[in-house]
């Protein structure tokens, strides 16, 4: 059985999980299945592609955030890898 996670378009960067997915789990979007490689939350984002740092993610055609290292596919997108594109400036120092 497969998690089933949330795009809003076909090139979305990253999903919403709307169950927790353990490293292994089978992640079903819209546009594919994925291999979560972390225990990612509920509710939380995991990366559709490799993701390299300093990139800007994009999700519903918009800025989220910039990664702060490289994100491999099927990791847990979260505070630990990226910074806002909503955070204030002190926020991101």
Partial sequence: MSIKAHTVRPDDMVAYLLAAAQPGA????????????????????????????????????????RATQDIPAGAHVHTHNLVSAYATPKETQ
């Fill in 26 to 65: 089978q992640v079903e979007t819209a546009t594919g299945v994925f291999t979560a490689q972390a225990t990612i939350p509920a509710f939380h984002k995991i990366a559709l592609r490799h993701i390299a740092a300093g990139e800007t993610l994009h999700r519903g055609g918009w800025p989220i955030g």
